[in-house]
């Protein structure tokens, strides 16, 4: 198995979430490769950070205000614009697929934890990320 297969498995490698026939290859290649086993060995770092965070606590209102802030914040869209939007969102999954099943790898993501803060305006990881960092 090459490293970009076994790579695009590591994080489900690392949650037990691989059947046999998948985890038993990536094991046998991560005991010959220095590299894929010092990028796992970074997935569990990570991890341990996170799970070493405190955690937040929110208001019982927390959910609804998150619900209302979303609502609120939909723009009106002409209905062009939505079904050009979601399209073009169809392709991008279906061009997505085909590189991963074609080509062996999916979209290269920076795997780095300042994604979680690229979220579209109006969306609910927007308004999630607003509400917890007030
Ligand atoms: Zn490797």
Redesign the pocket.
């Known amino acids: 198995m090459d ?1 970009n297969k ?1 790579r695009m498995h590591l994080s489900a490698l690392k949650d037990g979430e691989l059947n046999e026939n998948l985890r038993d290859p990536i094991v046998r ?1 991560l005991q010959s ?1 220095d ?2 086993r010092e990028e796992l060995n970074e997935f569990e770092r990570i991890d341990s950070t996170l799970r070493g965070l405190p955690e937040i606590s929110v208001s019982k209102t927390f959910v609804s205000e998150i619900l209302a802030r979303t609502q609120a914040a939909k723009p009106t869209r002409h209905w062009k614009s939505i079904v050009v939007r979601r399209i073009a969102d169809r392709f991008f999954l279906l061009a997505a697929s085909v590189s991963e099943v074609f080509l062996g790898y999916g979209p290269q993501t920076t795997g780095s934890l300042d994604e979680f803060g690229d979220f579209p305006p109006y969306s609910l990881g927007h308004v999630y990320f607003s509400l917890i960092s007030r």
């Open positions: 490293h076994v290649h490769c590299s894929c």
